[in-house]
């Protein structure tokens, strides 16, 4: 497969002959703070064997210059060697050593090495990441996860910076302007999980010691890092106390020492995801050092963050997949376990389960309802599928899957079969056979079946009670119908709930039983009182859309919010946002219920996202007929519940963000502006930084904020994060000039940065401005191809998924994207697959209308 894309087949091919015993990697970036340097220099030393003396292969590599090519001390002309993205050698050896000396380029997409100056003090901070092929942007490598090897890293920076790589460094030496950082030899890792980490970052530093089984004592010296303008908000106390609970946590599960030295963690500026599990050297988006008040749920979703990544110094560092095929044996595993540890590892976030219910599996439930949606085990042919598979069935369906696992085997097993694929598979590659094999050893179960039917196939089951009751109101029946295109054995808790005393809904009963087939009976439910409300799935074991009978969507739409626990709560928001997505629900229903009883919840996660869900209802599923009554009727209810909640509470401060978000009217946006201005006051709200930015933005999509007055916004924060809002604030504007202008920005230019990017076209997309942005659907659907040749697919995938014409929400636009990938059947099917899910997005939200409409 020629190009910048790598196919599995030729992977498995390039394995099947060579064995790579190590990288020595010298990179030089003392050029970086000058801003018209465009490239550092890169050498890179391999030693590797081949089984087939006299072979052929090739190397990866994205580079803008190849100085040389040495083979076993031959040198190889770089002029043909080089075709841009791969180093091609022939006569290889049994034993090889291979020198390229190339010039790389800095990166402003967050792919490589990114390089980013900071506007408050215009220092320069460098920062890499590779998953899952970017590697070959800074050395050349054999850019596949199961040719692990050791990395020698050597790096000359600027005098004044510091540099961290998976390793400690042994040495540091000055010369001139430059000092060059020399780190001691990595584990066996895979090229994606290398780093390096360089600037003059503010740095926290902390220590933590174990002893270990054998009497023995394992130190980790730990680091948290940031932005030096960033250090007055940097709460290193709070991420290195989680860091340390977590380690005690896998410790104790885990029985494995933690195999890395040291543990730094860096949060660095427009990265593209959440985090990344560099062994020894994580990196973690900088939007989690927070600069204004937050929610606790930021704090609870950074604590799972941090416990993720380190989740995969087991899963997906010490022990790794050997193709892309089996991404979800590191990723399903740390999902699960960052929620798992949160609260294993005894930290202060008592509600990650609830968080995971109605979040992470919304997540899921979406991606899996799409036609090109996969099995958790998917078939990735090539590199361009395994950059798509970064989603909520890797990472959300199969954690949910292995949740069920650890029901339907125990926990027990399920961790004892992790500490004995650990070390049995210590730096090793695996695939899903080989963990399948030992928990059936721990478990003493068959999970062959098992897995066929819930890793090997596609799609998520609905459950839906069946209750029949006598003359007395005595269940006769309560049986579970199962509906999907594969019926899977679920393990469930059947919750039968009624009021107590003081009104609340409490769970009378709790039956657990496995379900299987079309139909299963709830044997243990006979001669019970027909209760309030019966909820399928309760505790969430198993991953399914839960369905209600009528009587007890009734008690629901009566009161949703008198559900006592927390949790079964959640399940319920969660199961009638499912039943408005499908269209089985109106969605002023779906509004009616958030208006009611949202401001009775009291997990702030779940009211954080009933307040996107109903906002995304009004704007994608409500009939476009009651749409302005729906969106008057949300902003009344964010502002009368502004007004009641506690002041300077979460849930204050949640409301707040939501009236940004919905203000429409004369009252909610000259409430705005006088928050803005000083001449309007909220008991308890603090107007800072971040929510100033949210107001602003509220002002501008009305057309009620001038030039002036956003500029003297950026003015006053003339920050990266003050950037990005004030980019996202000008493209929001409703004003033709202003649309054209960010579409610009981003198809016209390769030169933005990733953060600039987002923040365009989400100034762009606004639903509200449906009729303005029309008319760039068509060049749209033109441009396609040309993006995704032409843009990194970091790039092209936020063109591709952020300028789809979701707003207009017609089946015009249907029937322009049905042409498109008509038309375009040849095109890339990552490509392809994007469209087909945007397009999918946008008949979901024609028959959810209809049924609004109805």
């Known amino acids: 497969m020629p190009g910048k894309n790598l196919s599995r087949d030729e992977a498995q091919q390039r394995a099947s002959i060579l064995a790579v015993d190590g990288y020595q990697v010298q990179l030089d970036v003392t050029s970086a703070p000058d801003p018209a340097a465009a490239t550092f220099r890169s050498t890179t030393t391999l030693t590797f064997r081949c089984s087939e003396p006299g072979a052929a292969t090739f190397l990866d590599l994205l580079a803008t210059a190849v100085r040389g090519v040495t083979l076993n001390g031959r040198e190889l002309d770089p002029a043909t060697a080089f075709d841009g993205a791969r180093v091609h050698v022939d006569g290889l050896a049994a034993e090889n050593v291979l020198v390229v000396d190339a010039d790389c380029a800095y990166s402003r997409t967050g792919e490589g ?28 490598t054999f850019e596949q996860p199961d040719l692990k090897a050791p990395f020698t890293f050597t790096v000359t920076a600027p005098a004044a910076w510091d540099v961290w790589s998976n390793a400690v460094h042994e040495r540091v030496t000055a010369e001139g302007d430059a000092r060059t950082w020399e780190f001691a030899p990595t584990q066996p890792i895979s090229t994606y999980l290398t780093a390096v980490v360089a600037g ?28 030096r303008s960033l250090a007055p908000y940097f709460d290193a106390d709070e991420i290195l106390g989680v860091t340390k609970l977590g380690l005690d946590f896998f410790h104790e599960e885990f029985d494995y020492p933690y195999p890395f030295g040291k543990y730094d963690q860096a949060f660095v500026p427009e990265y593209n995801i959440g985090a990344m599990e560099n062994p020894g050297c994580v990196t973690f988006r900088e939007e989690f050092v927070f600069r204004s008040k937050v929610t606790d749920a930021a704090y609870e979703g950074r604590a799972n963050v941090i416990l993720h990544e380190m989740a995969h110094m087991w899963f997906g560092d010490l022990v790794t997949m050997r193709w892309w095929d089996d991404l979800w044996l590191k990723e399903s595993f740390a999902d699960f376990m960052g929620s798992y540890a949160l609260i294993g590892a005894r930290t202060r976030y008592s509600s990650a389960w609830i968080t995971f219910a109605n979040q992470r599996k919304a997540w899921a439930y979406r991606q899996d309802q799409f036609p090109t949606t996969h099995p958790i085990t998917a078939d990735i042919r090539d590199l361009e599928d395994a950059k798509l598979n970064f989603d909520g069935i890797t990472y959300a369906k199969g954690a949910s899957v292995l949740k069920q696992l650890v029901a339907y085997v125990g926990s027990e097993a399920f961790f004892e079969g992790a500490r004995r694929y650990f070390k049995r598979h210590a730096f090793g590659n695996t695939e899903l056979a080989d963990l399948l094999d030992i928990l059936e050893e721990t478990s003493g179960r068959d999970l062959k079946s098992w897995a066929a039917a819930w890793l090997q196939t596609a799609g998520v089951d609905s459950l839906t009670p069946q209750v029949t009751v006598d003359s007395e109101g005595r269940i006769t029946e309560l049986a579970v119908l199962q509906d999907g295109d594969v019926l899977r054995p679920h393990r469930i808790a059947v919750g039968l709930y ?10 009378t009963a709790r039956i657990e039983l496995d379900v299987t087939g079309a139909r299963t009976v709830v044997a243990e439910a006979v001669g ?42 959640a399940l319920s928001w969660s199961a009638v946002w499912n039943l408005t997505r499908d269209g089985l629900m109106p969605a002023r229903d779906y509004v009616a219920l958030v208006l009611r009883f949202a401001g009775q919840e009291s997990n702030i996660g779940v009211l954080q996202s009933l307040h996107q869900q109903a906002k995304g209802a009004v704007d994608l599923y409500a009939d476009p007929a009651w749409r302005g009554e729906g969106g008057r009727l949300l902003a009344d209810g964010a502002l009368r519940e ?42 308890g709200l603090d107007v800072d930084q971040e929510l100033r930015w949210s107001l602003w933005l509220t002002l501008a ?64 997309a606004l639903p509200a401005h449906r009729d303005l942005t029309a008319l760039y659907a068509a060049p749209y659907f033109k441009l396609l191809e040309r993006v995704w040749a032409d843009r990194t697919i970091e790039i092209a995938m936020r063109i591709v998924g952020g300028f789809f014409p979701r707003a207009q929400i017609s089946e015009q636009t249907l029937a322009e994207a049905d042409a498109w990938l008509d038309g375009n059947r040849g095109a890339a099917p990552a490509l392809r697959r994007l469209v087909l899910e945007c397009r999918d997005d946008l008949a979901r939200a024609l028959r959810a209308q209809a049924c609004d409409r109805a």
């Open 642 to 683: 502004l007004r009641a909640a506690a002041p300077g509470s979460d849930h204050q401060l949640a409301w707040a963000r939501f009236l940004a978000q919905t203000a429409n009217g004369s009252e909610h946006l000259g409430l705005v502006r006088g928050l803005l201005a000083g001449t309007a006051r909220i008991d």
């Open 528 to 569: 019970r009182t027909r209760p309030a409300l019966v909820l399928l799935n309760d505790d969430d074991l198993t991953y399914c859309k839960i369905r209600f009978d009528a009587e007890s969507l009734e008690t629901l739409r009566a009161g949703l919010g008198d559900i006592q626990d927390d949790l079964a709560r």
């Open 701 to 764: 999509a009305a057309g009620q904020a001038s030039d002036e007055e956003l500029a003297g916004e950026l003015a006053a924060d003339n920050t990266a994060s003050g950037k990005r809002q004030y980019t996202q604030a000008l493209a929001a504007r409703p004003t033709p000039e202003a649309k054209a202008a960010a579409w610009s920005a981003v198809i016209d230019s390769e030169e933005l940065p990733n953060a600039l990017v987002e923040a365009n076209i989400a100034g762009f």
């Open 200 to 227: 003059p970052y503010h740095v926290a530093r902390d220590h933590y010691s174990r002893t270990l089984a054998d009497g023995s004592t394992l130190e980790i010296p730990l680091s948290a890092m940031c932005r």
């Open 113 to 140: 090495l990114h390089r980013f100056t900071d506007p408050v003090d215009h220092e320069t901070y460098l920062y890499t990441h590779y998953e899952p092929a970017d590697a070959r942007r800074v050395f050349a």
């Open 498 to 507: 009624d009021r107590d005393a003081d009104g609340a809904l409490v769970r």
